[in-house]
Structure formats: structure tokens, C-alpha cells
């Protein structure tokens, strides 16, 4: 047990100085929306951080260093994306340092005093566009803090049982889902955590009953086919199963998937429930009796939380009762731990701010290689056994603790290489331009001999809610040398979309679709993320391009703005 | 574990050159990149830092734990993917912005790499009975001055003198002589840097028309065979190599005054080692570095001389050797040999010993003299380009000296403490030498004193057109030995304040010189790149609260009346409480940007540099342009033609004030003008200004204002074909309190 206090005054003292420091240069900038941005970024650092201090050891040599950073940071990188991302990264890297050198201390899992900062310093990660509103609305409320300790309640349960071990990896497979912890995930966390909790006399076991009854309650006032989900998982997920148990689960599901409405395809369906494979490769591959008595159920429940629950958090039961039956050590544990770290590193960066992606869990997936399809569960599980394979091989030569953790990041690493796209041969918009009615037509004549296979167009619409999704508002041409030109239309709701897309009163305009951001930025003055959004084209194959045109339709309303942010092409 | 033999760091090494070189031809980074060069070289800068850490493992040096060193190759892996995908993120702007961000990330896993290996070596410095300090001391700052030589000379392209130096040593390279004339004519200085360079003013010209350098050739001697096969990266490795040198040299002569403490003596290596001004210039080329490393040579062997009693012909040589050297770097450091010589001795004792004084003394002079007369013989002028009179100049009052020498010290732009604000602690270092240990103080004091008495006074007191303390790096290393004893014991409250904060300023300031080496030049106009960087982003002056010796202000003596008292009692007074005197610390120096942003726009404004980057305005330029010789000699100012103006952001304090404006009036070719001041877009009065060339005040009194918008200076024209062009220097405002008239009609 270590014997230095957690969130110590010290501790407090150096985040509230970061924080003060951050809020007097936002008084202080003359550029409004700086100082907005600015503003925003003082309150997140100093919510993460102050998590990242009930979670560190006085010294704590990263809390410091992460304080120094972000004042640092703040002060003299210029407000944008880039100090955004800086911010992000340099926060996810000291929740992750603090959690990190905390477990180093032995810790066995039994504290809450771990658990309520790290779900909560993860909550305002994944969460962090929802600082921006009124901290006391009861929404944000219950958002950045009864979730996540409920959240913490559940995993601090499941470690008093289970082992530190299996609650962090349940914690990281429900953290990337959504992202976050949502109602969803924290209510399947909950049904599993008290499920497994160990009953000592007939009034825990009545209360944990009547706990389970009330959450089945409120996870159907949720969604109605989320408590059958809850339900079934905790079948299986606590005690040695016979065969009547199997039974009760493969009856229970089928059931449900007839009497209860789909709200995916089949096909759909199927493959969300391979995501579960691809979230805990391990389980499959470990061999114990535990994963071959609980994968079959996992993959009929996930099967059926896809089909029938529209929530990705719906999944987090299943991959919670799966996670269960990873054994505590082994090869495949250390690469399973590696492996979740990393999409729960990725998934986090890419959910805050100025990310704030909507599928970052995609998006990480897609940045190792994995893109979707059975193909990339296959690949998955194929780069397990084969790293473990080459592990246990190097093991057997010369023992090395870290061994295989070392062979999977650097498995990871290799993986990120090959997606990294080629080199951008163009930026064609140094600065962001405006087309309107007035100035409808952009075009740029390119390098001779440059050859083109792809364009990428960075861009976000103004006053565009009148019009439908779908509706073109701008035609990219591409002149080749060979005479031919590739079109392409820019779509509302699909290659680009409204700026002000957050925005309460566009957003709940019926019909109104925005394509997953790019960026996000605060507008100064203004109590909402602003968006641009990427549309990538492919040619059908490469050409040497010459002429590349960008013309605003002349059929679209005058006040309908377009806004090219950037005009790149890829070779 | 026991019986395990480390990898043989000649073995690592090269597999980290094999990897180099593949690298060089595999990256997907063109040659514009400024991350390439960087990541070729990184491959071999790991594989040395595991050497090093083997080296100090199997030394009984604590290994950094597994999961820490797992963490740090993530870590890179992470930077490295980030290098290579950076383009397709679509951050728009300025892109040096995000690659200065991505070089920060490397910076702070080099500084973790280092300050573990520092920690595993601390035991080499406790291991008695050694005669000098192992050769890993040398290898350490080595490895990271080459780690962060790729980025930094590719930010910043030789400038000062050293593209000067780089010329010589091509000449001497390629040509075998000093006449640099075809090398001008062609074009020789773009295989160093983008520029054709030319020749400084008052060059030496030879009797033939030869065009010769006014810096010696020693140096560039040196550099020329590395430079023939490397280029100006053989030559800056070769800088490299000394300036880690000269780290080394400092332990040796702690060694030689048995200032030797372990973690005294290991914090004051990483403060001058890796801290400004010498990580600065450990990749340029500048004559002080191997001028500091002779001086430090010198004086261990002086020392030993001393301590050991051993005053033979081989220990004479050791000694005479580096003195006489000296001269032949630059002729200035003659001071620094002829103190050495007097300190050689003083503890040589003896009169055989004394009579090798005299021969050394008088070979000293004979160097000198030989300097002075090939000067005169080849170049007419036995100092090559300064004269008489300039030596003159330094007859100079006390004032003079104090701000030139404060300067060295405070000034925000050029001083030490502003580049690494840990140095403050000489201050109490000094006053602890002269209780425990007089002689350090004295015999450093005694070397270097006469040499900054030199160069204090001079208009250029701080180096021309260079990085900071350029004049006191010769100083730096005795800086350090001060430090020594100081820093071993840190207990106390007050010290733990002082540190934290120090170190925590440091250790900023310190990443952002490496990412932006073009901050760590500045002209001499009284403020610095960051400050200016500060002004815009407040739209305040935040440079008059910093000590400026070249435009000397309020702040030039407030500075060390406050912090030198301030320093000592905090060291001394409070004995308790290390711990939040820590955190305290940490505290203070994470607000003091606050602080900054605060007393600049809190507290009204009363003194204007119209020349300041804060201030708008809508034409004109800055005066005198910005790469005139010899700045300071220039009132600096802004030019302002008719219909222009400049845009003044105030705090007002009071509701009436008094307005002085200092302007040199336009000639009376251009004809007369009209100064019309406004308060945003109000008109509040309008002032005559003659045609006749002067400078002149012009008073405004009792002008009402209402607290809205800038303070505005236009020029007009008086006349339809007058074209006046006023020089505005500076603005005084007088606050007082009272309400505003409703604003009348221009008089």
C-alpha cells in the first residue's frame, strides 16, 4: 500500500495554478475567439488534471510536467486545432501516465479512490464537448459525473471480485464504444458488476436482486430491448454453466430476436457482433475452459444487442461477460491489455476536442489497419497469433518480461505505417475562401506532370439548413491531360454539412444530417463547436491532372455560403 | 542480472549507423523537410543512449525500469508516426506551428532519456580516487547537442559571425588560403546557407585587392578538415564536440578544486550543459566556446599545478598552451591569458617557477605582439577593423559599466537570466563561495573580471547580432562551479521555492529556444521575439516590465534591487517546509505568464515605444531598418508618412490626460505636416509640426478621454505638395482624474 497521500493539497494547488494561469491569459488575449477557445481549454485541463492528481502519488513528477506542458502550451502556441490537439494529447497522456504509474505502485484494484478519478478523468475526455455547456445543467451533470461514478461503483466492484486486471480491461472495451460512459454502457456494467459481486448472506444476495430488478426497469425506460440484453448476459456470465444454462440462453436469445423488433440488418448485425472479437482477440484464442464456456453465449447476446438495440453501448454487456474469462496472466493477456490500450488511447484522442469525432472507435480501427468486414476480425485474431507465437518463441530463447509487449506495440506501430497515406503532392488553399453568389467559382491550375488519385476537399456550409441532404451545392471538376474530366458533386449532409451543426436549433431541425466532422473550433463568442468536414475522392485510377474547378451551383439560395478550408491532392 | 554482459556499445552503435543509413534513403521526406535530417541521425542517437545507459549500468548506475524504457520507445514510435502523417491532418496555417509541436514531443523524450541517464550516473561521481572525470561526461552532452543539431541548424541558418567563420574555413578547405574574395564573387556561401554572403564592413582588404576576414583563422583551421569532408555539418559536429568538451573541462577543474559533490556537482552539470546559453551554442560556430574550454584547461592544470605541487616543463606546457592560444582565437581574450598567467604565478611559488612565469608571461606578449604586427604588415591596422578611438570609448563612466554589466545578466533579450532564469541562483552561490570556499571565488573572479570589464562598457556589450551572454560564456563555466556547493544541499523550504520555479521557467524557456532557435536572436531594440510574441497576442507592452540595458527603463534597475535581496533570503531564511516549498514554487512559476499579462494590462499606460510590434499602424516602416549596424547608437522609431497612422492600445488611467509625443519633425524639402491625435474615431485636437528637421516634443495637455478605443496618431499634410515623413519615437501619457467634456469641435 502506498503511503503517499492521493489528491493532496500540493497536488490541487498545481492544477488550480495551471488552470488560473490558462483562464488570466483568456481574460487577457485580445482575439476574441482565442480567448474563447482558450477559456475552454483552461476548464477541461484543470478537470483532467485535477482527476490525473487523485490518482497520483506526491511527487508526482507527470502531474507537474503535465501542468508545465499545457501552461506552456497555452501561452505560446497559437490558438487553433494544432493547440487543441496538443491540449488533448498531453492530457489523455497524463490520465494515462498517472493511471498508469498508480497500478505500477502494486495496486490491487480494491480502491475506489482509484477508480472515481480515472472514470471520471476518461469521461471528460471522451466527453469533452460537453464542458462547453452550462456545467450545472443537470444534463451535463449527470453526464460528466453520475455516470461516470456509477461507472467507477461497477468497476470497483468487479475488481474486489474479479482482479484489477479484468476491471480495467471491461473498462477499456465499454470506454471505446460509444466513446465514453453512457447510460448504456454504465447500465450493463452495473447488471454484470453486480452479478459477479460475491454474495455473503441472504441480504446482499436480496439486495443485489432488487438492484438488478431496478436496473432492468431503467434500462427498458432507456430502450426496451436493452434490459433483455442485461439480462441474458448475467446468465451466463457468473457461475459454471450446464447445459440447461446454454439452453436458457439460446432459448432467451433466439426469442428475443423474433419478438423483438431489428433495428440493423442481419448482415449488419453480424458483423457488429464481430466487433466484439475484434475488441477482445484474446478471448478466443486463450483456450481456457472459462472462454469456451462463455463465447458461444457473448456471441449470440452481442448478435442479438446489435440486431435489436440501436445503442453501441448495448455491446457492453457481452464484452464485459467476455472479458471476464481472460485469464490474469499470459502471453495473450499482456497483447490483449497492449491491444486495448492502444484503442482506448486512439479512441480518446479522436473523441476530444478538436476531434471530436462521432465514430472514433472506427476511425482508431481504421488507423491499424482494421477497416470492417470479417476479413479484418480474421486479421485481427491472425496478427494475435502471430505475435504471441513469435513471442513465445523469443521467450523461450531469453526470458524478457516485457517481451511481448514490446513485440505488440511495435505489431501496432508497423500496422499504423502501412496506412499512413502517401504524401500530399498539393494544397492548393493556404487560406480558407468563401464562394457565394457573387463569387461562385474557384480554379486552380496545377503542376504540369502531377499525377492525381485523389482529391481531398476540407469545407463547411453556411446558412444551408433550408436545403435537403443530399442537395449538390458545389461541382469539383478535375481536368486531366488526356482531355477527361472527373466529377464530382459536394452533397449537403454527406461531403459537407452545416457549420453550425451542434447548434440546438439546427440540430433538431427535422431531416438535418451533417457528415462526421473533421475539426472542430469554438467560434469566439459563440457556446458551440463549430465543424468542417473532409470529402475524399478516388479516381478510378491515376491520372496526370491539370485543371481542378470548384463551382458553386448557381440554383442554390444567395445566403448559402461555401467555405473551402482546404484543397488538397493526393497522389 | 548478475552474469549478464551488456551488449558492446561499439556493437549498438553500429547497427544504430546501419539503420542511419538505410534510413537516409528509405524515409518518405524530402530534403525541405526540416524533420529528415532529424530522423537519419536518430537511429544512432538511440543506439548511443542505450550505449550510454549500459555503460552506466554496468557502473553500478540505477536502469531505468522496463515498463519506463517500454514507455519511452512508444513514446517515439508515436512522435515518429506523427512526423510522417502530419500532412494528411488538415491543420491549416502556419506549418512550422505544428512541426515546432511535434520537435517539442522529441525534446521532452531527449530530456527524459537524459535525466535518466544522468540519474544512472551518478554513482561514477562517487567513486573516489579519480585523477579526471570519466570520458562519459563528455559523451552525454555530445550525444544530445548532436540529437537536437539536426532541427536546430535547419530552423535557423548560420547567422552572426558564423556564416563568416563557415566562409574562412571554406576558403581554407578548398582553397589553402584566407583571400576571400573569389569565394564572395562565387557564391561559395551557398553550400552552407541560402544566401550569397558578403563581405562584413570593414573587412580587410589587402595591398592586391584581397578581401580578408576581420575574424582570426584559428578556429576555421580547426573546422576546415571536418568541414572538406562533411560540410558544414563536419563543422558543426566539430563545435559540437568542443562545447561538450568544455562540460567535461568544467568537471576536471571541479575535480582540481575538489568541488566535488555528487549531487551538487551532478545538478550543476545538467544546468550548464543542457540549459541556455551553452546548449545554444553547441551547434554554431562561435569563437567563446573554445575560448572558455582553453580558459577552463588552463586553470585545472594551474590548479593541479598547485594542489600537487608538480611545476615541470610538461605541466608548464599543459598550462602555457591554452594561454597561448588564446589570443590567436580572438585578440580580445588576451585579458583572459594574461589573468591566467598572473594566476599561474601567484601559485607556482618558487623562483625556478616564477622564472617559467616570466617566460611564459613573456611568450604571451610575443604571441600578442606577432598577432598585432601581421595585422598592421597585411592589414594596415593592427586590431584589423577597430581603432584607437574605440578603445578609447572605454573610459567610461560607472553607469556605463553597470548597465552594460547588468545587461549581461538581466537584459530580457540578451541576458543569462532570461534564457535560463536557473543561473539566478549564483547570486546566493557567490555569497556562499565567500564564506566556504574563497578561493573558487576568487581566483574565477580574477580570470574573468577583466575580460567583462572589456566588453561591458562597449555599445555592443552584448554580443552583436548573436544568442545571449555571448560575451559571459567564458564566464559560464566558472557560473557552474559556484553552483556546485550551493546545490547540494536543497533542503530547506525557501530553496526547494527557488529551484522548482527556477527549473520549472527553465525547462520551458529551454524547449522553446531549442524549437524556435531564431527567438534566441534579437536586435537590440529592448525587447525580445517572446515578448513582442507576448505584446501582440495582449495588445499590451508587456516588454517595459523586463530590465533593458540596450533602451534602458525603470525596470533596468528594479530587476536587480529586487531579485538579488529576494534570492538570498529565500535561500537562507526559511529552513522548513521543502515540500510546499516545492509545490510553491511550481506554483509561482506556472502564474508568472499571468502575472506578466496582468501588469501589463492592468497598470495604465504611461511609456510608449511607437516602434513596439503591439502598436498598428496602417503604413510607414521602422526606423532605423532592421539590419543597421550598430543599433543602439539609433533612437528607434517609427516612420510615418502623410495619411498614415499608428494605432495605440491604452489603459487608461484617469479620465483627462497630458500627452508628449517625441518625433523628429520631417526636412524642409518634405515640407510641414499636422499631427492629429485621436481616441478611437473622436477627434480631440491637432498639433503643427514644422518642416525643420528636429526633434522635438510636442505637449498636449488636459485632453479628455473617455476610456473607448486606442489612442490615435495620424499624419496629415499641411499643404497640398508638402510629402512630410515624421519620425515618431516614443509617447509619454500623464493620467489625472476628472470627468470628460462632451467632446468639441478641433481647435
Redesign the interface.
Known amino acids: 500500500m502506498n503511503s503517499h497521500a492521493r489528491f493532496s493539497p500540493a497536488s490541487v494547488a498545481v492544477v488550480l495554478a495551471a488552470g488560473a494561469s490558462l483562464l488570466l491569459l483568456a481574460a487577457a488575449q485580445a482575439d476574441p475567439q482565442a480567448a474563447a477557445e482558450t477559456r475552454y481549454l483552461a476548464f477541461w485541463s484543470t478537470a483532467v488534471l485535477l482527476c490525473a492528481a487523485g490518482l497520483s502519488r506526491q511527487p508526482s513528477f507527470e502531474l507537474a510536467g503535465g501542468a508545465l506542458l499545457l501552461v506552456l502550451g497555452g501561452w505560446v502556441v497559437p490558438a487553433g486545432p494544432v493547440r487543441a490537439a496538443t491540449f488533448g494529447l498531453l492530457l489523455t497522456a497524463s490520465l494515462g501516465l498517472a493511471i498508469f504509474r498508480r497500478l505500477a505502485d502494486h495496486y490491487d484494484g480494491t480502491d475506489s479512490g482509484f477508480w472515481v478519478p480515472a472514470a471520471l478523468g476518461a469521461q471528460l475526455l471522451a466527453r469533452s464537448d460537453q464542458l462547453l455547456a452550462n456545467p450545472m445543467e443537470p444534463k451535463t451533470l449527470f453526464g460528466l459525473v453520475v455516470l461516470p461514478l456509477a461507472a467507477a461503483w461497477s468497476l470497483g466492484l468487479v475488481g474486489r471480485n474479479r482482479g484489477v486486471g479484468a476491471a480495467l480491461l471491461i473498462a477499456g472495451v465499454s470506454l471505446v464504444l460509444v466513446p465514453g460512459w453512457s447510460v448504456a454502457v454504465v447500465l450493463s456494467l452495473l447488471g454484470v458488476a453486480l452479478r459477479v459481486a460475491s454474495p455473503s448472506g441472504a441480504a446482499r444476495s436480496w439486495i443485489r436482486f432488487v438492484a438488478l430488478v431496478l436496473l432492468v426497469i431503467v434500462a427498458g425506460f432507456w430502450h426496451p430491448s436493452l434490459p433483455v440484453v442485461v439480462l441474458l448476459t448475467t446468465l451466463f456470465v457468473a457461475s459454471p454453466q450446464d447445459w440447461k444454462g446454454n439452453a436458457a440462453v439460446v432459448l432467451g436469445t433466439v426469442l428475443a430476436l423474433v419478438l423483438l423488433p431489428g433495428v440493423r440488418s442481419w448482415e449488419e448485425s453480424l458483423l457488429a457482433a464481430g466487433l466484439i472479437l475484434v475488441l477482445l482477440p484474446a478471448a478466443p484464442l486463450v483456450g481456457s475452459d472459462d472462454s469456451r464456456r462463455v463465447m458461444p453465449a457473448a456471441l449470440l447476446v452481442a448478435f442479438l444487442a446489435a440486431r435489436t438495440v440501436p445503442l453501441p453501448g448495448a455491446l457492453a454487456a457481452p464484452l464485459a461477460a467476455l472479458a471476464l474469462c481472460i485469464p490474469r496472466q499470459g502471453t495473450y493477456v499482456t497483447l490483449q491489455r497492449i491491444w486495448t490500450g492502444a484503442l482506448v488511447t486512439g479512441a480518446l484522442l479522436l473523441a476530444a476536442y478538436p476531434w471530436l469525432r462521432t465514430g472514433p472507435l472506427t476511425d482508431t480501427l481504421r488507423l491499424f489497419g482494421v477497416g470492417g468486414g470479417w476479413s479484418s476480425v480474421l486479421g485481427v485474431l491472425i496478427g494475435f497469433l502471430v505475435i504471441a507465437w513469435l513471442a513465445e518463441m523469443a521467450q523461450a530463447l531469453k526470458r524478457r518480461a516485457l517481451l511481448p509487449a514490446a513485440l505488440a506495440l511495435g505489431a501496432l506501430a508497423v500496422a499504423t505505417l502501412l496506412q499512413l497515406p502517401s504524401s500530399s503532392a498539393y494544397s492548393l488553399a493556404g487560406t480558407p475562401f468563401v464562394m457565394t453568389s457573387e463569387q461562385h467559382e474557384v480554379v486552380r491550375d496545377l503542376e504540369p506532370e502531377l499525377p492525381v488519385g485523389s482529391v481531398v476537399i476540407d469545407s463547411y456550409l453556411e446558412n444551408s439548413t433550408s436545403l435537403a441532404t443530399g442537395t449538390p451545392v458545389a461541382e469539383v471538376t478535375l481536368d486531366t491531360e488526356d482531355g477527361n474530366h472527373q466529377r464530382w458533386l459536394l452533397r449537403v449532409g454527406i461531403e459537407s454539412g452545416e457549420w453550425a451543426a451542434r447548434r440546438e436549433d439546427v440540430a433538431s431541425l427535422e431531416g438535418f444530417q451533417a457528415p462526421p466532422p473533421w475539426l472542430t473550433w469554438l467560434p469566439g463568442g459563440s457556446e458551440i463547436f463549430a465543424q468542417r468536414y473532409r470529402a475524399r475522392w478516388n479516381l478510378p485510377e491515376p491520372a496526370t491532372a491539370t485543371r481542378i474547378t470548384i463551382a458553386r451551383r448557381p440554383e442554390l439560395p444567395p445566403e448559402v455560403g461555401i467555405a473551402i478550408f482546404r484543397l488538397e491532392i493526393w497522389q | 542480472m548478475i552474469g549478464e554482459r551488456a551488449p558492446s556499445p561499439v556493437g549498438v552503435l553500429a547497427v544504430g549507423l546501419v539503420v542511419s543509413a538505410v534510413a537516409r534513403f528509405a524515409l518518405?521526406?524530402?530534403p525541405e523537410d526540416p524533420f529528415r535530417s532529424t530522423l537519419i541521425a536518430l537511429p544512432l542517437i538511440v543506439a548511443a543512449f542505450v550505449a550510454l545507459g549500459n555503460w552506466a549500468k554496468a557502473r553500478g548506475g540505477r536502469s531505468t525500469?522496463?515498463?519506463t524504457a517500454?514507455?519511452e520507445?512508444?513514446s517515439l514510435?508515436f512522435f515518429?508516426?506523427l512526423v510522417?502523417?502530419r500532412?494528411?491532418?488538415?491543420?491549416?496555417?502556419?506549418p512550422t506551428?505544428?512541426d515546432?509541436?511535434i520537435a517539442a514531443g522529441f525534446i521532452?523524450l531527449l530530456g527524459h532519456r537524459t535525466a535518466r541517464i544522468l540519474m544512472a550516473l551518478r554513482p561514477a561521481l562517487e567513486q573516489g580516487g579519480q585523477k579526471k572525470p570519466s570520458i562519459v561526461f563528455f559523451y552525454l552532452p555530445f550525444v544530445v547537442y548532436l540529437a537536437i543539431l539536426p532541427w536546430s541548424s535547419f530552423r535557423h541558418a548560420p547567422d552572426g559571425d558564423e556564416p563568416h567563420y563557415l566562409l574562412l574555413t571554406h576558403s581554407l578547405a578548398y582553397d589553402l588560403e584566407t583571400d576571400l574574395a573569389n569565394n564572395y564573387v562565387q557564391g561559395d556561401s551557398l553550400a552552407f546557407m541560402g544566401r550569397n554572403l558578403e563581405a562584413q564592413l570593414g573587412d580587410p582588404v589587402g595591398p592586391n585587392g584581397e578581401q580578408y576576414s576581420r575574424h582570426n583563422v584559428l578556429l576555421p583551421l580547426v573546422l576546415a578538415p571536418a568541414y572538406r569532408l562533411a560540410g558544414l555539418a563536419g563543422a558543426l559536429v566539430v563545435m559540437v564536440a568542443l562545447t561538450a568538451a568544455l562540460v567535461w573541462a568544467t568537471l576536471y577543474l571541479a575535480m582540481a578544486y575538489r568541488l566535488w559533490d555528487p549531487v551538487g556537482t551532478l545538478s550543476a552539470y545538467a544546468i550548464l550543459a543542457f540549459t541556455a546559453p551553452l546548449l545554444l551554442y553547441s551547434y554554431q560556430v562561435w569563437v567563446e566556446v573554445p575560448a572558455a574550454l582553453l580558459t577552463v584547461i588552463a586553470l585545472a592544470h594551474i590548479r593541479q599545478m598547485a594542489d600537487e605541487e608538480a611545476r615541470g616543463w610538461t605541466t608548464w606546457a599543459r598550462i602555457g598552451l591554452p594561454i597561448l592560444v588564446l589570443p590567436l582565437l580572438k585578440i580580445r581574450f588576451v585579458l583572459l591569458a594574461g589573468s591566467l598567467v598572473a594566476l599561474a604565478s601567484w601559485y607556482a611559488g618558487g623562483r625556478r617557477a616564477r622564472r617559467r612565469t616570466a617566460m611564459l608571461l613573456a611568450s604571451l606578449g610575443a604571441v600578442t605582439i606577432s598577432i598585432l604586427l601581421f595585422n598592421r604588415i597585411f592589414f594596415q591596422n593592427p586590431l584589423k577593423y577597430h581603432d584607437i578611438d574605440g578603445l578609447r570609448a572605454y573610459v567610461q563612466s560607472p553607469v556605463i559599466y553597470l548597465q552594460g554589466f547588468l545587461g549581461l545578466f538581466y537584459d530580457c533579450a540578451f541576458g543569462l537570466f532570461a534564457y535560463a532564469p536557473i543561473w539566478l541562483l549564483v547570486v546566493p552561490a557567490a555569497l556562499l563561495l565567500m564564506r566556504r570556499h574563497t578561493r573558487v571565488l576568487i581566483d574565477s573572479l580574477f580570470v574573468v573580471v577583466p575580460y567583462l570589464l572589456l566588453v561591458a562598457p562597449r555599445g555592443e556589450w552584448f554580443g552583436g547580432w548573436s544568442p545571449p551572454f555571448r560575451y559571459g560564456i567564458v564566464a559560464l563555466p566558472f557560473l557552474a562551479l559556484w553552483l556546485i556547493p550551493l546545490l547540494s544541499d536543497r533542503s530547506r523550504g525557501g530553496r526547494r521555492f527557488l529551484i522548482a520555479g527556477l527549473a520549472?521557467a527553465t525547462?520551458?524557456l529551454t524547449?522553446?529556444w531549442i524549437v524556435e532557435p531564431g527567438w534566441t536572436y534579437n536586435l537590440a531594440h529592448g525587447r525580445s521575439h517572446l515578448l513582442d510574441?507576448?505584446s501582440s497576442?495582449?495588445?499590451?507592452d508587456t516588454a517595459r516590465l523586463f530590465p533593458s540595458s540596450t533602451r534602458p527603463r525603470l525596470a533596468t534597475w528594479i530587476w536587480p534591487l529586487l531579485t538579488v535581496p529576494a534570492v538570498f533570503l529565500l535561500w537562507w531564511a526559511p529552513k522548513r517546509g521543502a515540500?510546499?516549498g516545492?509545490?510553491?514554487g511550481?506554483?509561482s512559476?506556472?502564474?508568472v505568464?499571468?502575472l506578466i499579462?496582468?501588469g501589463?494590462?492592468q497598470r495604465h499606460t504611461s511609456v510608449v515605444e511607437l516602434e513596439d510590434p503591439w502598436i498598428k499602424p496602417t503604413g510607414g516602416e521602422v526606423y532605423p531598418e532592421l539590419w543597421v549596424v550598430y543599433r543602439p547608437r539609433y533612437r528607434g522609431g517609427w516612420t510615418l508618412p502623410a495619411e498614415e497612422s499608428v494605432s495605440i492600445?491604452v489603459v487608461p488611467g484617469g479620465g483627462r490626460l497630458d500627452l508628449i509625443v517625441e518625433l523628429q519633425e520631417p526636412t524642409a524639402l518634405m515640407g510641414p505636416a499636422v499631427l492629429e491625435i485621436r481616441a478611437g474615431d473622436q477627434n480631440l485636437t491637432r498639433r503643427p509640426i514644422q518642416a525643420e528637421g528636429r526633434w522635438r516634443r510636442i505637449l498636449v495637455a488636459d485632453l479628455p478621454w473617455d476610456g473607448d478605443g486606442p489612442l490615435v496618431l495620424t499624419i496629415r499634410r499641411s499643404s497640398r505638395v508638402a510629402e512630410p515623413l515624421v519620425l515618431l519615437d516614443r509617447a509619454w501619457l500623464e493620467w489625472r482624474e476628472g470627468a470628460s467634456p462632451s467632446p468639441t469641435t478641433i481647435p
Open positions: 518518405p521526406l524530402g525500469p522496463p515498463r517500454l514507455l520507445w512508444t514510435a515518429l508516426l510522417l502523417a500532412k494528411s491532418l488538415g491543420f491549416l496555417g502556419d506551428v505544428f515546432g509541436v521532452l520549472a525547462v520551458a524547449i522553446v510574441f507576448l497576442a495582449l495588445k499590451a515540500r510546499t516545492a509545490v510553491l511550481l506554483c512559476a506556472l502564474l505568464p499571468a499579462a496582468f501589463a494590462q492600445p
